[in-house]
T-cell receptor, first 111, second 116 residues
């Protein structure tokens, strides 16, 4: 299964942008890059996904490197409610169609 | 108007008992899943059903038996509960089958099972 590598934890100040990195050097051509997050005591929540081009939605932006071996989730203005574990996941043929969660990045947001 | 709902939210039971966790989705999705999150917080897929047909069956003890009476429901029955079954179980659903990389999952709030 294709793997992703994320920092275990990151800190941010409230109302500042946050860039969460993810490395996925073994990504295959048909793998999508997905981001989910899990707030404390809640189920995982979809954030964003992309294949090759950068993507924006109301929650975040996803910047994908040209060689697709890395990506960055961008939260434009972090709030205290964004404190969560963020998972970068490759979804597609290299993972036999299973959404496989790794350790993720625990984001702390300081007021 | 909860999208994916699980019951019960909390379940405390004795070793050796049989218990069920129910899941329902009102999103009109065709595919449903069960995930397990252990004490170390790792989320692992257990099962996936598409239109009531089992399509993913991970290495899970056969004491765990999923049942899908229709595409809106996926229940998880666990026989002869063991201490190691204590975890949070999450149900999820998606519109596409799990083989599509563009698939987006919607998760329930989880059911915390404690086996004493």
């Amino acid at each position: 299964d294709a793997k992703t590598t994320q920092p275990n934890s990151m800190e941010s100040n409230e109302e500042e942008p946050v860039h969460l990195p993810c490395n996925h050097s073994t990504i295959s051509g048909t793998d999508y890059i997905h981001w989910y997050r899990q707030l404390p005591s809640q189920g995982p929540e979809y954030v964003i996904h992309g294949l090759t081009s950068n993507v924006n939605n109301r929650m975040a932006s996803l910047a994908i490197a040209e060689d697709r071996k890395s990506s960055t989730l961008i939260l434009h203005r972090a709030t205290l409610r964004d404190a969560a574990v963020y998972y970068c996941i490759l979804f597609g043929s290299s993972n036999t169609g299973k959404l496989i969660f790794g350790q993720g990045t625990t984001l702390q947001v300081k007021p | 108007d909860t999208a994916v709902s699980q019951t019960p939210k909390y379940l405390v039971t004795q070793m050796g008992n049989d218990k069920s966790i129910k899941c329902e989705q009102n999103l009109g999705h065709d595919t449903m899943y069960w995930y397990k999150q252990d004490s170390k917080k790792f989320l692992k897929i257990m099962f996936s059903y598409n239109n009531k047909e089992l399509i993913i069956n991970e290495t899970v003890p056969n004491r765990f038996s999923p049942k899908s009476p229709d595409k809106a429901h996926l229940n998880l029955h666990i026989n002869s509960l063991e201490l190691g079954d204590s975890a949070v179980y999450f149900c999820a659903s998606s519109r596409r089958t799990s083989s599509s990389g563009a698939n987006v999952l919607t998760f329930g709030a989880g059911s915390r099972l404690t086996v004493l």
